[in-house]
């Protein structure tokens, strides 16, 4: 089983987390789970998001496996965009997990690593002024759902999280398991990246 590291700040926006980690969660071959969801963050313990969800978190010394990266967004992004600590911790989680899917205004933090440089990247569409000022080095793509460069996942606001999560889930094990899960959840899953109504 793959390991899924949500990583957690205070104020992240909760939709952006979990919304994601629960299609991550439904993800099957045959009868075996595809992923197991972890919660991290710099100094473990609870961390609230910006409905006051409090979630355990694990220190992020305490990653044993470096597959999937999940960075949720949150007006409290804003901060730590500028939080050069944090910003070096992402930079570093990011570099050695195989994969990293960053939702909402998470696609700017893992922007200011430099990671994204030059690659196609869509964050969310309210705070798009902001977003593209905070990272001018990125090919910023307005019209995307979500965008993949690479190992990088970056998605639209919110909502968009889960059909990004889908969208990595039929890169990964095929479009009909994508579709299955989004059945499940009942959800309508808009499975073209480059078509956002927003």
Same mark, same amino acid.
Request: aromatic residues 10%; proline residues 2%; charged residues 20%.
């Given at each position: 089983?793959?390991?899924?590291?949500?990583?957690? %700040?205070?104020?992240?926006?909760?939709?952006?987390?979990?919304?994601?980690?629960?299609?991550?969660?439904?993800?099957?071959?045959?009868? $075996?789970?595809?992923?197991?969801?972890?919660? &991290? !963050?710099?100094?473990?313990?609870?961390?609230?998001?910006?409905?006051?969800?409090?979630?355990?978190?694990?220190?992020?010394?305490?990653?044993?496996? #470096?597959?999937?990266?999940?960075?949720? =967004?949150? &007006?409290?992004?804003? *901060?730590?965009?500028? +939080?050069? /600590? &944090?910003?070096?911790?992402?930079? *570093?989680?990011?570099r050695r997990h195989e994969c990293v899917i960053a939702v909402c205004?998470?696609?700017?933090?893992?922007?200011?690593?430099?990671?994204?440089? !030059?690659?196609?990247?869509?964050? @969310?569409?309210?705070?798009?002024?902001?977003?593209?000022?905070?990272?001018?080095?990125?090919?910023?793509?307005?019209?995307?759902?979500?965008?993949?460069?690479?190992? #990088?996942?970056?998605?639209? =606001?919110?909502?968009?999280?889960? +059909? /990004?999560?889908?969208? &990595?889930?039929?890169?990964?094990?095929?479009?009909?398991?994508? $579709?299955?899960?989004?059945?499940?959840? *009942?959800?309508? %899953? @808009?499975?073209?990246? @480059?078509?956002?109504? #927003?």
């Amino acid at each position: 089983m793959r390991a899924v590291n949500v990583l957690l %700040y205070e104020g992240f926006t909760t939709m952006d987390a979990l919304g994601p980690a629960e299609a991550l969660s439904r993800a099957l071959e045959g009868e $075996q789970k595809c992923y197991e969801i972890e919660y &991290f !963050s710099a100094t473990g313990g609870l961390v609230g998001s910006s409905t006051n969800a409090k979630i355990w978190t694990r220190k992020l010394s305490e990653i044993a496996k #470096f597959d999937v990266l999940l960075v949720p =967004g949150g &007006f409290a992004a804003r *901060e730590l965009a500028h +939080d050069g /600590e &944090f910003i070096a911790i992402l930079g *570093e989680l990011a570099r050695r997990h195989e994969c990293v899917i960053a939702v909402c205004t998470g696609s700017v933090l893992l922007a200011k690593t430099g990671l994204l440089d !030059s690659m196609e990247a869509t964050s @969310n569409k309210l705070s798009w002024q902001w977003v593209t000022s905070e990272a001018p080095s990125v090919h910023w793509v307005r019209a995307a759902r979500w965008c993949v460069s690479g190992k #990088f996942y970056t998605s639209s =606001g919110v909502s968009a999280g889960i +059909d /990004e999560a889908l969208g &990595f889930i039929a890169d990964m094990h095929g479009l009909d398991e994508a $579709q299955r899960i989004a059945r499940t959840m *009942e959800y309508v %899953y @808009n499975s073209d990246k @480059n078509a956002d109504l #927003f």
